[in-house]
T-cell receptor, first 115, second 112 residues
């Protein structure tokens, strides 16, 4: 079946521009996570949604980062006034249940380059 | 919070040999430990996982062991093949809805 999809796959932004990254989770998955992966590093947690509720945003690095999942399906991660340090791969993952004991399936990621 | 350390950072093996990657975690409340394989330009792919009520799990050439007392877990790949070359990440989950803390990754290179 269809896995997690993300768009765009690549995004180049000039410093100061706003960007929006989209995630389409696996149909019916309750949980949705965003992670940030710097070059050569493991993914770092950004935020978590259970259906449409954002229950954890402790990993968002600044108030320039905003995420939403208004209908409990598609999610958008928005970064305002992008900075060079925002350059990274942004990964989305979904899970069938709202429990730590269930698998997370990742999308291919969006590679953001801020120039 | 949880801290996961992963060793080695790079691992070079001959085709057909075994590869072992080890991870340690800090939070004794961690209860779920997945392993991901990431190829260049792709997202992490779940290859095997283990829950805290199990000590070992095997899936064909891949196995994972968990030692809760020592707070470490390991990935074992037997009969390695060139297509096993990738970066492997371990992770641990503690909070109630599954936020994952990842290790730094191991670059595995399998030479023919």
């Amino acid at each position: 079946g269809a896995g997690v999809s993300q768009s765009p796959r690549y995004k180049v932004a000039k410093r100061g521009q706003d960007v929006a990254l989209r995630c389409d989770p696996i149909s019916g998955h309750v949980s949705l996570f965003w992670y940030q992966q710097a070059l050569g590093q493991g993914p770092e947690f950004l935020t978590y949604f259970q259906n449409e509720a954002q229950l954890d945003k402790s990993g968002l690095p600044s108030d320039r980062f905003f995420a939403e999942r208004p209908e409990g399906s598609v999610s958008t991660l928005k970064i305002q006034r992008t900075q060079q340090e925002d350059s990274a791969v942004y990964l989305c993952a979904s899970s069938p249940r709202d429990s730590s004991l269930y698998e997370q399936y990742f999308g291919p990621g969006t590679r953001l380059t801020v120039t | 919070g949880e801290n996961v350390e992963q060793h080695p950072s790079t691992l070079s093996v001959q085709e057909g040999d075994s590869a072992v990657i080890k991870c340690t975690y800090s939070d004794s409340a961690s209860n779920y430990f997945p392993w991901y394989k990431q190829e260049l330009g792709k997202g992490p792919q779940l290859i095997i996982d283990i829950r805290s009520n199990v000590g070992e799990k095997k899936d064909q050439r891949i196995a994972v062991t968990l030692n809760k007392t020592a707070k470490h877990f390991s990935l074992h790949i037997t009969e390695t093949q060139p297509e096993d070359s990738a970066v492997y990440f371990c992770a641990a989950s503690t909070d109630s809805w599954g936020k994952l803390q990842f290790g730094a990754g191991t670059q595995v290179v399998v030479t023919p």
